[in-house]
């Protein structure tokens, strides 16, 4: 059922003894229980709710809000442990399960752990797991450098605080670019600063910190990933070429293909701009 895992506003068709049922767009009923049926509903009213599935895998309504949503990540609380897997507490009665196949390592009841949240579309059951990767590196990028994103802080390294920028791609905040404390599991603003070549994202806290050339250097570079890593641009290129494509001057456009030769991301010909392999 394609309703499942998502947060909807559905009309409340009939009242039952079990509770109200509610009609989806495409004519399905979902039971809303009477313990979250609003005292004062009438029949025609709409209801938002979240879908999920009851402890006999059958689609339910609740008006609970969960603690994690579908295709989004959130540290959560490990309350047992058993021969099937991890549960944690989400919000809703029934417990979100972690297999033991989508833990990186075993888990223990009272830890807190930095979940992602998918549907098995075999079985329609809301799965969690702490492989995320293969879920996040499927995502495709829609934003560009300068864009205030939101961060999740997921660990710790030497060099800085590994994030997840807008529930869909890793980056990482250097410690250079942090003036206050951070906890794992705090979530914040942050800017895109840049797009490594593994896909992952230089974050900054502080938008001031990008000068033009910067942006322009990643612009440029962003520019480069999409198009096989070669962009016919050289000095041979007109200043209207250039300003078309780019919307600034032949000479700021420079500054910045020599940013990127000094870091050695790309190599520049007579002829144009390739990244370096």
């Not at 609970?64 to 579908?70: A, D, N, S, T, V």
């Not at 702490?130 to 390294?157: A, P, W």
């Not at 900054?204 to 033009?212: C, G, K």
């Not at 007109?238 to 078309?244: A, G, L, N, Q, S």
Request: aromatic residues 10%.
């Amino acid at each position: 059922m394609k309703e499942v895992g998502q947060i909807l506003e559905l009309e409340a068709l009939k009242d039952t003894p079990q509770g109200v049922y509610l009609i989806t767009d495409d004519g399905k009923e979902i039971l809303l229980p009477n313990k979250y049926v609003p005292t004062d509903i009438a029949m025609g009213d709409m209801v938002e709710v979240f879908i999920y599935t009851d402890s006999e895998d059958r689609p339910i309504a609740t008006t609970l809000e969960p603690k994690i949503k579908l295709n989004q990540c959130a540290f959560l609380k490990c309350i047992d442990v058993n021969q099937y897997g991890a549960f944690f507490d989400w919000g809703m009665e029934k417990d979100l399960m972690v297999p033991f196949s989508e833990q990186f390592l075993r888990m223990t009841s009272g830890k807190r752990y930095l979940i992602y949240l998918y549907k098995d579309e075999m079985t329609n059951r809301m799965v969690g797991t702490t492989k995320m990767g293969r879920f996040i590196r499927e995502n495709k990028l829609e934003i560009k450098t300068g864009d205030q994103v939101n961060l999740l802080v997921s660990g710790e390294t030497e060099i800085g605080y590994k994030v997840i920028v807008n529930q869909k791609h890793y980056g990482m905040v250097f410690k250079n670019e942090v003036f206050k404390p951070i906890e794992i599991g705090e979530k914040m603003k942050g800017y895109l600063q840049r797009v490594r070549k593994d896909d992952k994202l230089d974050i900054t806290l502080n938008s001031s910190t990008l000068s033009e050339v910067e942006v322009l250097a990643n612009k440029i570079y962003e520019r480069l990933l999409k198009e096989d890593g070669k962009l016919n641009f050289s000095d041979k290129s007109t200043p209207e070429v250039i300003y078309k494509e780019f919307q600034v001057s032949k000479k700021a456009f420079r500054r910045a293909a020599g940013m990127l030769y000094k870091e050695r991301k790309i190599v520049i010909t007579p002829e144009d701009i390739t990244l370096v392999k």
